[in-house]
């Protein structure tokens, strides 16, 4: 496990769960980290089991997304990220840059 990346997967997807606190959509980056996000839309909030709105990908995927090498349309048109649920679109969190 390379050691550098997973502390800036973490430290970038607890910056995101600040940006937009809740419990709408789970937020899965394997194998380092899954925080919770809350919907731009004040969509519903999960309290125990596999949340209603599940997004995952890879880390690669999602560090490319947070340094705006690739976007979220481009990232699910190539099944880079799997989304499933209700307000499962997060253009605007990887679309605000640093």
Not at 4 to 31: C, H, M, W
Not at 51 to 60: K, S
Not at 77 to 92: F, I
């Amino acid at each position: 496990m390379d050691s550098s990346l997973a502390a800036r997967v973490r430290t970038e997807a607890k910056r995101l769960a600040l940006a937009r606190p809740g419990r709408s959509v789970e937020l899965r980056i394997p194998p380092y980290i899954a925080v919770q996000l809350g919907s731009e839309d004040s969509g519903p909030t999960h309290r125990r089991g596999t949340p209603p709105a599940v997004v995952e990908m890879g880390p690669e995927t999602f560090l490319a997304l947070v340094d705006g090498d690739l976007t979220w349309a481009d990232a699910v048109a190539t099944h880079r990220v799997s989304a499933s649920g209700a307000h499962t679109d997060l253009t605007s969190l990887f679309s605000q840059g640093h």
